[in-house]
């Protein structure tokens, strides 16, 4: 069964630097989401995206935020200027085109900010 | 602002009891209502949704529109049933997770 895969595992980063998670969803997927969980917490939405543009984004995604597909495969969250408050566990997923189709989801990046 | 309430975060029951989780939502529109799970170890994956009126691995969700819950419900609770369970109303292409609860099924 296809899965959607994120990539590293788990990064570690100097608080001030920019990290780039990655991800391929799901081939024939069109939509694209990321998430965040903060150790303990809730998982929160941070964006969705679709046609080549953000569609829905939350409060929590603001300017330090971007997202990309740069090419056929590949979803990537770029955070800018990391914090410490940025350490969590980042979750991509993907969805069948179709109007609330049920997501799928990668492993997760576990980011650390040092 | 949608909000998804599950005021249980940790749920403990025997082996063979019922359970309830208990989801209420407040959200704008008619979201569809999503039940997603995630293992020890495992990455999170849908139990259930709202429109398909599926039972899967014995838990059914039953909606109620008025009271805006959308409650996860199993007859006779499995060891293998252990895990965290979101509540997740879908609007467009915005999904919320609740809090979570940890269910913890013992022999």
């Known amino acids: 069964e296809p899965e959607v895969t994120q990539t590293p595992s788990h990064q570690v980063t100097q608080m001030g630097q920019e990290v780039i998670l990655r991800c391929v969803p799901i081939s024939n997927h069109l939509y694209f989401y990321w998430y965040r969980q903060i150790l303990g917490q809730k998982v929160e939405f941070l964006v969705s995206f679709y046609n080549n543009e953000i569609s829905e984004k939350s409060e929590i995604f603001d300017d330090q935020f971007s997202v990309e597909r740069p090419d056929g495969s590949n979803f990537t969250l770029k955070i800018r200027s990391t914090k410490l408050e940025d350490s969590a566990m980042y979750f991509c997923?993907?969805?069948?085109?179709?109007?609330?189709?049920?997501?799928?989801f990668g492993d997760g990046t576990r980011l650390s900010i040092l | 602002a949608q909000r998804v309430t599950q005021p249980e975060k940790l749920l403990s029951v025997f082996k063979g009891a019922p359970v309830e989780l208990k989801c209420n939502y407040s959200y704008s529109g008619s979201p569809e209502l999503f039940w997603y799970v995630q293992y020890s170890r495992q990455r999170l994956q849908l139990l259930l949704r709202?429109?398909s009126r599926e039972s899967i691995k014995g838990f059914t969700a039953d909606l109620n529109k008025g009271e805006t819950s959308f409650h996860l419900k199993k007859p006779f609770a499995q060891e293998e049933d252990s895990a965290m369970y979101y509540c997740?109303?879908?609007?467009?292409?915005?999904?919320?997770f609740g809090a979570g609860t940890r269910l913890t099924v013992k022999p």
């Open positions: 997740a109303p879908h609007n467009n292409n915005d999904m919320r």
């Open positions: 709202h429109i």
């Open positions: 997923a993907s969805s069948d085109p179709g109007g609330y189709q049920p997501q799928h």
